[in-house]
């Protein structure tokens, strides 16, 4: 099977929202975390496009602080990638899934088993932070084969003539990465969040989401001038953190939605 | 040649790689060509040996262990690592990556450190060469090795100490690998041993090749011959990568000693992380494991990939002590020979201890990675005042 063909149903998704004119918001939550299951649901009644959910994983090399202490809480919750998926085809978000997680939780149980288990369980795209272009090809190819859609992270460091290979590679959309660093909120705007997703889109056509740094609705809204949209996580989980649950977690996508489609 | 260059992925057999965040294989890419460039100039190797023999002490001597030697019924000889500057090892492979980190124009080095020795030697070449250094350390290593965190001060270098996950060596390397993703621009890792994204376990290896180089001639010197068994304890895998490297092509067996509590190789399973493909503890998921033993520089779930190959294709055994073993061996060769070693080293004794009876008369070459120093806190505490008296 071509890696390339074949539109999945995250990618004609957003697509289609971006058809409509609309900037695409895409919300990370860490699944296990106590009351996620409640945030997802809240999250995309309040306006996400797409959900995120992250399966906790014991060393997340890509995490800042926030989403660290949320996957080490769910672990010491007794979270597994088996548990977090078992619970996704119950939810009612009515927009597409992707999972975020480490390569080695793919790797053990063999790329064939985890792709199928993915498809399984309601999850149309997956994103492994840790699993760059050069080691990603026999993965990739396990995920297409079971419908799943591998998205492909681009960096502010990825050189420009890897950049087309790496848009064509990934398939969702293309998570252009906001700065030299780890998830987690940041005052401003990196400038590196606006050339790296200006250099994606002038390689693809896929849509170009930009994560990793989004701390406010205004930085989402500047990010998403050039960009289709953003990524928020470290904002999100701060609120199931702080204790201010599923509702904090609606309130705080619905500003981020409100802001967006203000403009 | 068995021990040979990596494949053009960073393979030795089907372990190693480059699992890195996208970020950083940019930085993997140029250090691999800096690597190679530099080891092609006469140059950097001169400067590499100059520093390593009038600031390193290097060579380190060959230490024949008559004592000991008739006790066991076993020839032991000990490359004497532990007489470096700063105590262990480490420092050749340090100097190496420092060297190439300014070459490559970079003024900052990070380093993770377990027991504190690689964060030591990192924290010294920084200062020798005037660079920046920040080492991450986990919160519970820099309770038990307070010394070395204080040296690392004294010598200018900032420590942070780790708070997540288990607080020991593997969440030092997650958080180093996740200042990198921050500062790559100016920042060199200086990776503490044969692990890490390719070209690291190679280039580690080979600042290391010293080790084996040395005891080879010693040893030809000394007998005419190769020993019968080299034998090395095993964290990441760095020293043994270095005294095996001049004897994987003789008949010597090669034995990398690990901890019961963190035998990476033992276990025997393939896994992901930092940034490579290799022998991993993990559980029944593939979450990875905490490795728990007496010496807090193995305490690592993992090993490097070569060690993986050497043991998949049988050039190399992997054994494991336990602590109540090395306890024992630590306290043998300091009574015996006037020579208190690293815990780490006391495991590769405690395997010859242990199969004495099955190395009547043979050979046994010990890499004696580090001095004992550091430990003597710990020592008192768990053998209490009996050997004080
Ligand atoms: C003296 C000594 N030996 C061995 C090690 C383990 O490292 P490696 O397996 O890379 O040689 C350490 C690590 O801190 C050490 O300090």
């Given at each position: 099977m071509n890696l390339n063909s074949d539109v999945g149903r995250m990618e004609s998704f957003l697509r289609g929202r971006r058809d409509d004119g609309a900037k695409l918001l895409v919300v990370y939550i860490t699944g296990g975390y106590e009351g996620w299951e409640a945030a997802v649901e809240t999250a995309a009644a309040a306006g996400a496009d797409a959900i995120e959910i992250g399966i906790p994983?014991?060393?997340?090399?890509?995490?800042?602080?926030v989403i660290q202490e949320a996957s080490h809480a769910a672990l010491e919750a007794g979270a597994t990638p088996a548990s977090v998926l078992a619970a996704v085809p119950n939810l009612d978000t009515g927009v597409p899934h992707a999972i975020m997680t480490y390569y080695n939780l793919a790797h053990h149980p063999g790329h064939e088993r985890f792709a199928a288990t993915l498809a399984n369980s309601a999850i149309d795209a997956a994103i492994l932070p840790d699993l760059p272009l050069v080691e990603s090809g026999p993965w990739r190819q396990a995920a297409t084969d079971a419908g799943v859609e591998t998205i492909m992270l681009a960096a502010p460091t990825t050189p420009d003539d890897r950049l087309p290979e790496l848009c064509a590679a990934s398939r969702g959309f293309v998570y252009a990465?906001?700065?030299?660093?780890?998830t987690g909120e940041r005052s401003a705007l990196a400038s590196t969040a606006t050339e790296i997703a200006k250099r994606c889109k002038s390689v693809t056509d896929k849509p170009v989401l930009t994560g990793v740094g989004i701390g406010s609705p205004e930085q989402a809204v500047e990010a998403s001038v050039v960009a289709d949209g953003v990524i928020i996580g470290s904002a999100v989980v701060r609120r199931l953190l702080d204790g201010s649950g599923a509702d904090g977690v609606g309130e705080l996508v619905a500003s981020y939605r409100a802001a967006l489609d203000a403009g | 040649m068995v021990m040979t260059d990596p494949n053009?992925?960073?393979?030795f057999g089907e372990f190693g790689g480059r699992f890195v965040p996208e970020t950083l294989i940019p930085a993997c890419e140029e250090l691999e060509i800096a690597f190679r460039d530099a080891w092609a100039d006469p140059a950097f190797v001169s400067e590499f040996h100059r520093i390593l023999t009038?600031?390193?002490?290097?060579?380190s001597p060959l230490t024949e262990c008559y004592r000991l030697s008739e006790q066991l019924g076993v020839r032991i000889l000990l490359?004497?690592?532990?007489?470096?500057h700063t105590g262990s090892h480490k420092i050749n492979n340090v100097i190496g990556q420092a060297l190439l980190a300014r070459r490559m124009g970079k003024s900052r080095l990070v380093a993770e450190t377990g027991a504190g020795q690689h964060g030591v030697a990192t924290a010294t070449a920084a200062a020798l060469l005037d660079m920046d250094c920040k080492v991450y350390m986990g919160q519970v290593d820099v309770e038990r090795q307070e010394l070395n965190v204080f040296r690392m001060h004294l010598l200018g270098s900032e420590v942070e100490a780790v708070s997540s996950g288990s607080q020991t060596l593997k969440d030092a390397v997650n958080e180093a690998l996740r200042d990198w993703v921050a500062t790559v621009e100016n920042t060199h890792y200086c990776l503490g041993s044969v692990m890490g994204p390719h070209p690291y376990p190679w280039m580690v290896r080979t600042f290391h090749h010293v080790i084996g180089d040395e005891a080879h001639e010693q040893c030809l010197k000394l007998m005419n011959s190769v020993p019968d068994v080299v034998v090395a304890c095993v964290g990441g895998g760095s020293n043994a990568a270095g005294i095996f490297s001049g004897f994987a092509d003789t008949d010597a067996r090669l034995i990398g000693v690990e901890p019961a509590g963190g035998a990476a190789v033992g276990r025997g399973v393939p896994g992901v992380v930092h940034g490579m493909n290799s022998y991993l503890m993990q559980d029944e998921v593939g979450q990875v494991q905490e490795a728990e033993s007496i010496s807090a520089g193995l305490d690592y779930p993992g090993v490097g990939p070569e060690h993986a190959y050497l043991s998949s294709i049988g050039r190399a055994e992997y054994p494991a002590v336990t602590d109540q073993e090395v306890i024992e061996a630590f306290q043998l060769l300091s009574k015996t020979e006037g020579i208190i070693p690293a815990l780490e080293s006391a495991h590769a004794l405690a395997w010859v201890v242990r199969e004495a009876a099955t190395l009547q008369d043979q050979v046994v070459l010990l890499?004696?990675?580090?001095?004992?120093d550091k430990d003597v806190d710990q020592m008192m505490d768990v053998l209490g005042t009996e050997s004080s008296q």
């Amino acid at each position: 099977m071509n890696l390339n063909s074949d539109v999945g149903r995250m990618e004609s998704f957003l697509r289609g929202r971006r058809d409509d004119g609309a900037k695409l918001l895409v919300v990370y939550i860490t699944g296990g975390y106590e009351g996620w299951e409640a945030a997802v649901e809240t999250a995309a009644a309040a306006g996400a496009d797409a959900i995120e959910i992250g399966i906790p994983f014991s060393d997340p090399v890509m995490d800042g602080p926030v989403i660290q202490e949320a996957s080490h809480a769910a672990l010491e919750a007794g979270a597994t990638p088996a548990s977090v998926l078992a619970a996704v085809p119950n939810l009612d978000t009515g927009v597409p899934h992707a999972i975020m997680t480490y390569y080695n939780l793919a790797h053990h149980p063999g790329h064939e088993r985890f792709a199928a288990t993915l498809a399984n369980s309601a999850i149309d795209a997956a994103i492994l932070p840790d699993l760059p272009l050069v080691e990603s090809g026999p993965w990739r190819q396990a995920a297409t084969d079971a419908g799943v859609e591998t998205i492909m992270l681009a960096a502010p460091t990825t050189p420009d003539d890897r950049l087309p290979e790496l848009c064509a590679a990934s398939r969702g959309f293309v998570y252009a990465v906001g700065l030299l660093g780890v998830t987690g909120e940041r005052s401003a705007l990196a400038s590196t969040a606006t050339e790296i997703a200006k250099r994606c889109k002038s390689v693809t056509d896929k849509p170009v989401l930009t994560g990793v740094g989004i701390g406010s609705p205004e930085q989402a809204v500047e990010a998403s001038v050039v960009a289709d949209g953003v990524i928020i996580g470290s904002a999100v989980v701060r609120r199931l953190l702080d204790g201010s649950g599923a509702d904090g977690v609606g309130e705080l996508v619905a500003s981020y939605r409100a802001a967006l489609d203000a403009g | 040649m068995v021990m040979t260059d990596p494949n053009e992925e960073g393979r030795f057999g089907e372990f190693g790689g480059r699992f890195v965040p996208e970020t950083l294989i940019p930085a993997c890419e140029e250090l691999e060509i800096a690597f190679r460039d530099a080891w092609a100039d006469p140059a950097f190797v001169s400067e590499f040996h100059r520093i390593l023999t009038d600031y390193g002490g290097r060579p380190s001597p060959l230490t024949e262990c008559y004592r000991l030697s008739e006790q066991l019924g076993v020839r032991i000889l000990l490359k004497r690592e532990d007489l470096n500057h700063t105590g262990s090892h480490k420092i050749n492979n340090v100097i190496g990556q420092a060297l190439l980190a300014r070459r490559m124009g970079k003024s900052r080095l990070v380093a993770e450190t377990g027991a504190g020795q690689h964060g030591v030697a990192t924290a010294t070449a920084a200062a020798l060469l005037d660079m920046d250094c920040k080492v991450y350390m986990g919160q519970v290593d820099v309770e038990r090795q307070e010394l070395n965190v204080f040296r690392m001060h004294l010598l200018g270098s900032e420590v942070e100490a780790v708070s997540s996950g288990s607080q020991t060596l593997k969440d030092a390397v997650n958080e180093a690998l996740r200042d990198w993703v921050a500062t790559v621009e100016n920042t060199h890792y200086c990776l503490g041993s044969v692990m890490g994204p390719h070209p690291y376990p190679w280039m580690v290896r080979t600042f290391h090749h010293v080790i084996g180089d040395e005891a080879h001639e010693q040893c030809l010197k000394l007998m005419n011959s190769v020993p019968d068994v080299v034998v090395a304890c095993v964290g990441g895998g760095s020293n043994a990568a270095g005294i095996f490297s001049g004897f994987a092509d003789t008949d010597a067996r090669l034995i990398g000693v690990e901890p019961a509590g963190g035998a990476a190789v033992g276990r025997g399973v393939p896994g992901v992380v930092h940034g490579m493909n290799s022998y991993l503890m993990q559980d029944e998921v593939g979450q990875v494991q905490e490795a728990e033993s007496i010496s807090a520089g193995l305490d690592y779930p993992g090993v490097g990939p070569e060690h993986a190959y050497l043991s998949s294709i049988g050039r190399a055994e992997y054994p494991a002590v336990t602590d109540q073993e090395v306890i024992e061996a630590f306290q043998l060769l300091s009574k015996t020979e006037g020579i208190i070693p690293a815990l780490e080293s006391a495991h590769a004794l405690a395997w010859v201890v242990r199969e004495a009876a099955t190395l009547q008369d043979q050979v046994v070459l010990l890499n004696l990675s580090g001095r004992g120093d550091k430990d003597v806190d710990q020592m008192m505490d768990v053998l209490g005042t009996e050997s004080s008296q």
